[in-house]
């Protein structure tokens, strides 16, 4: 069973507006988060972060919410921008741990 | 770049047979990992290491094993493949130049094709 859900394999977006990605864990244990990007025939690159001591993270065009008694977390993007189109994922671990579980990931299309 | 190194980047090979991948970092990290990315599966971890000649399983261990002799390389041996491996394969460290100490910072990926 998927500790790490991500239920929208894709998405597009017009260029400029908001994407949103979503992500739910299931695991109550789970009290770090980190947002990857990749790109094909590259490796994932970290994004963001976020900790179960806070709701909000912000660095530049992302912001990532937690939502903890829903177990669910979002990353924001705005505004986006045609670069931004890559595979996201959503990965989680405990004990701000060094393990994390990832999960299937949403291909982001951002439309010119 | 961090300093992570996969090699080799790409491989074809027959089923039954052996193979090693590598991962080499300049970081001096503790931590590293192998995770196999697969469509519909994202990155599971295969197997990790928390220091020299101390290795753990992970999610898909069957089939693979690890060694790590030396801080900065750690190895992915296939015994026997199997077109199930067929896959992309990612080593990562905890850590990186341009990332926080509790951050995975991943390789450019191993690509395997299991005839």
């Known amino acids: 069973d998927q500790q790490v859900k991500q239920n929208s394999p894709s998405l597009s977006v017009q260029e400029g507006r908001i994407s949103i990605l979503n992500c739910d864990y299931t695991?109550?244990?789970?009290?770090?988060f980190l947002w990857y990007k990749k790109y094909p025939a590259e490796g994932p690159t970290f994004l963001i972060s976020?900790?179960?001591?806070?709701d909000k993270n912000e660095d530049g065009r992302f912001t990532v919410f937690l939502n903890k008694s829903a177990k669910h977390l979002s990353l924001h993007i705005v505004p986006s921008q045609p670069g931004d189109s890559a595979v996201y994922f959503c990965a989680a671990s405990h004990n701000y741990g060094q393990n994390f579980v990832f999960g299937p990931g949403t291909r982001l299309s951002v439309l010119p | 770049d961090a300093g992570i190194t996969q090699s080799p980047r790409h491989k074809v090979t027959e089923t039954g047979t052996p193979v090693t991948l590598r991962c080499h970092q300049t970081?001096?990290?503790?931590?590293m990992y192998w995770y196999r990315q697969d469509p519909g599966h994202g990155l599971r971890l295969i197997h990790y290491?928390?220091?020299?000649?101390?290795?753990d399983k992970g999610e898909v261990s069957d089939g693979y094993s690890v060694s790590r002799s030396k801080t900065e390389d750690f190895l992915l041996t296939l015994e026997s493949a199997t077109s199930s491996q067929t896959s992309v394969y990612f080593c990562a460290i905890a850590g990186g130049v341009s990332s926080g100490a509790n951050v995975l910072t991943f390789g450019a990926g191993s690509r395997l094709t299991v005839l």
């Open positions: 970081e001096n990290h503790r931590y």
């Open positions: 976020i900790s179960s001591i806070k």
């Open positions: 290491s928390y220091g020299v000649k101390d290795t």
């Open positions: 695991n109550s244990m789970f009290d770090y």
